[in-house]
Nanobody
Framework: VQLQASGGGLVQAGSSLRLSCAAS????????IGWFRQAPGKERKFVAA????????VYADSVKGRFTISRDNAKNTVYLQMNSLKPEDTAVYYC?????????????????WGEGTLVTVSS
C-alpha cells in the first residue's frame, strides 16, 4: 500500500486545514487508517484514527473537538479536518495504514506509512 499525505501549509492560529491521505490499495476498505504527527525535536504522536468502514473513530485528547477524521472508500482517501488550529499543532503529519478492520493508537501497529505533510501554525 502506498500512501500520500497532502494539504499541509502555513496558517494562522484559529484557521482550518484539511489534510488528505490518498492510498493506492485496491482493497483500501480493508485498512484502518491513522494520523500521527511529529513536531521538531519531539517524538511522533498519535492524532486520530478511523476503522475500515468509517463508523469508528478515536482522537488524541489534544485534538478532540477540533479535528475530525473521515474516509471515502470510493476515492481511497482519508481526510483530517483540522479546525481552530493552535501553534502547538505545528508538526509534520503522517498517515498510516493498518490491515484489518480496527484502528490502533499505537504507531507500531501500522504497516504502511506515507510521506508527511508539514503543517505550520503561526501565532
Amino acid at each position: 500500500v502506498q500512501l500520500q499525505a497532502s494539504g499541509g501549509g502555513l496558517v494562522q492560529a484559529g484557521s482550518s486545514l484539511r489534510l488528505s491521505c490518498a492510498a493506492s490499495a485496491r482493497t483500501f476498505g480493508s485498512y484502518a487508517i491513522g494520523w500521527f504527527r511529529q513536531a521538531p525535536g519531539k517524538e511522533r504522536k498519535f492524532v486520530a484514527a478511523i476503522g475500515w468502514s468509517g463508523g469508528s473513530t478515536v482522537y488524541a485528547d489534544s485534538v478532540k473537538g477540533r479535528f475530525t477524521i473521515s474516509r471515502d472508500n470510493a476515492k481511497n482517501t482519508v481526510y483530517l479536518q483540522m479546525n481552530s488550529l493552535k501553534p502547538e499543532d505545528t508538526a509534520v503529519y503522517y498517515c498510516a495504514a493498518r490491515h484489518g478492520t480496527y484502528y490502533s493508537i499505537q504507531s507500531y501497529d501500522y504497516d504502511y506509512w506515507g510521506e508527511g505533510t508539514l503543517v505550520t501554525v503561526s501565532s
